[in-house]
């Protein structure tokens, strides 16, 4: 009966014409674009947590970058302490040669030099060498002074002084030089 007037049966069939659009509407656009919106925002939230992560990443390379800059720095301030040579006895002669140089323009006589026997320093070789010259107490507080600013693997072993004379200023004396070596990888 209800039914039967022509305006409610309009009305009922409008309404479940808006509903059934609505429902379509729903399952063909509505739907499918809230997945999308889900989905992409699911993987927003992935990549922002791999960037984070990335970025701490990037942190520590860049930390461990430093150090290795650092170490490097070290490490040719190092090599540049190493008296050059391929052998203890290159080394030896790169000291004697240094040694030649400031003698020759400080006015030292040298009388004798002698290579000893190598010892150990923490399983590396350093070479001894002994060194006979005559010279004055100036060239010889000059020679103490080259001797430690040459920032080489050089140091001074023994030192001995003899003053024949009291009179003369020239100075008899035995300076032992010790060359540390090590093998460059």
Same mark, same amino acid.
């Given at each position: ?52 992560? #990335?970025?701490?990443?990037?942190? +520590? ?13 070290? #490490? ?24 030649? +140089? ?13 290579? #000893? ?66 093998? +460059?990888?």
């Amino acid at each position: 009966m209800i039914l039967a007037n022509k305006r409610i049966r309009i009305l009922i069939f409008g309404i479940i014409l808006c509903f059934l659009v609505f429902a379509v509407w729903i399952q063909f656009f509505y739907l499918p674009i809230a997945q999308e919106y889900n989905m992409a925002r699911s993987e927003t939230e992935s990549l922002t947590s791999s960037l984070e992560m #990335l970025q701490l990443e990037k942190k +520590k390379l860049l930390m461990l970058q430093q150090v290795n800059s650092d170490k490097k720095k070290e #490490l040719e301030r190092l090599s540049n302490f190493l008296v050059e040579g391929e052998s203890l006895q290159e080394a030896n002669a790169t000291t004697q040669t240094l040694m030649q +140089k400031f003698w020759d323009s400080h006015n030292i006589t040298l009388t004798a030099y002698k290579e #000893l026997k190598p010892e150990k320093w923490r399983e590396n070789p350093v070479g001894s060498v002994v060194y006979h010259f005559s010279c004055g107490i100036q060239e010889l507080s000059d020679l103490l002074v080259y001797t430690e600013s040459l920032e080489k693997g050089i140091r001074i072993q023994g030192l001995s002084i003899h003053c024949p004379n009291k009179n003369q200023s020239v100075l008899k004396i035995v300076l032992t030089l010790g060359t540390l070596f090590i093998e +460059k990888m």
